[in-house]
């Protein structure tokens, strides 16, 4: 048995910072993810079984009906039972997306909303899903465990289907529902599951040590903090009754979202090189219209690289990307004084005062050493303070 384990597709994102065109390209590309899924499942060689959507496959239940409408044209080219569990995105207040009038009337056949409990696979004898569907935008319960406790062991293969956080790797403070991985765990050596589908973590991941349990990730990139190697993915399960679950990962997106260092680890450009390198690894972007680049900017340049800095920004904001963006948390950029131009610093005093003078000679130099010389020069002027 064969199934897709995909999550968080979030149509009705909407994409502030973008320009028009590219928010046009990516609402687009949303639909054309599951046109992806369709084309994999569909394939006989690939022998899917079903599809399973572990939460949050709507932004919110105010999408438009044209939206929904888009959406279920896609599904409906599944030609595989498709299940999909209520997320915290399926809710808003009391409004709930899988109970709208445009939900229900419009809703393909081939697509089943996970009640809570245990659901037989259409089609698929001992192949069961255990919804653990969220109730509201937030719990006051662990709803995995909830399921997990009223189980018993069984020889049919049977995937768990939730939407959340999970303690291992996503603490959240005092909030009631988070999911707790030892029970999980314990389910698994217990024989109660076989797998454990999870949705609300943007990217693929793996939590714990069993194999067994994961987030399968967007199949598009929502933000910044997503992994790179967790973006744009579906997870290819297999399992047969007695063996444990054979995991893949299948790319299906087509968008990237790259970040440049962090609010606590800044990109630092101190050099030429350090300009060129970083235009190297933007230059390597497979599609550059697709691609979103937002950078923490800790930039001390001399006058003639922060101008060639700036031109490239620009290039890459207006012309090259979809987005570039210099992050409200950077540090910023600055053009570094010429220590062949400046006073000693009044910091320095006896030997580091003669190093200073004599490394400042050697930098004005013709010598071969002089351009080491005026780098020694500029650390050592850093570490007295500088002029100030």
Not at 100 to 124: D, I, M, Q, S, W
């Amino acid at each position: 048995m064969k199934f897709i384990h995909t999550a968080d597709w979030q149509i009705g994102m909407t994409f502030h910072g973008f320009k028009e065109i590219a928010r046009n390209k990516m609402e687009d590309d949303r639909f054309e993810v599951i046109e992806a899924i369709a084309e994999y499942a569909n394939k006989a060689d690939n022998e899917i079984d079903f599809v399973l959507v572990c939460g949050d496959m709507f932004e919110t239940p105010r999408v438009s009906e044209a939206l929904v409408k888009k959406t279920f044209k896609k599904i409906s080219r599944i030609n595989k039972p498709v299940y999909v569990l209520a997320g915290n995105h399926e809710w808003n207040g009391s409004e709930f997306m899988f109970a709208t009038k445009y939900f229900l009337e419009n809703k393909p056949e081939n697509l089943h909303v996970l009640a809570a409990g245990v659901t037989p696979v259409e089609g698929l004898s001992g192949v069961d899903i255990v919804g653990a569907p969220l109730e509201g935008k937030e719990d006051q319960i662990d709803l995995v465990k909830m399921q997990i406790d009223l189980l018993e062991a069984t020889t049919n293969v049977r995937v768990l289907a939730g939407h959340g956080s999970i303690d291992a790797i996503m603490p959240v403070g005092e909030r009631k529902d988070v999911i707790a991985l030892d029970p999980i765990e314990k389910a698994i050596s217990d024989k109660k599951i076989s797998y454990v589908a999870m949705g609300d973590r943007h990217s693929t991941t793996k939590v714990g040590d069993t194999g067994l349990v994961w987030y399968s990730g967007a199949p598009e990139p929502t933000s910044f903090t997503e992994d790179k190697d967790g973006q744009r993915n579906i997870l290819v399960v297999e399992i047969n009754p007695g063996e444990k679950a054979k995991v893949e990962k299948v790319e299906v997106g087509q968008w990237e979202f790259i970040r440049f260092g962090t609010k606590f680890e800044q990109h630092q450009l101190r050099t030429k090189q350090d300009l060129d390198d970083l235009e190297k690894q933007v230059d390597k972007v497979k599609k550059p219209s697709n691609t979103a680049i937002k950078i923490y900017l800790d930039s001390v340049l001399d006058f003639d690289t922060d101008v060639r800095r700036g031109n490239l920004f620009d290039e890459w904001e207006d012309d090259y990307l979809a987005r570039f963006e210099v992050s409200d948390s950077s540090k910023g950029h600055s053009i570094e004084s010429d220590p062949l131009n400046e006073k000693a610093p009044a910091g320095l005093s006896g030997y580091a005062l003669s190093a200073y003078e004599e490394l400042k000679e050697l930098a004005k130099s013709d010598e071969d050493e002089a351009e080491i010389a005026l780098e020694a020069l500029k650390l050592l002027t850093e570490f007295a303070g500088g002029n100030k």
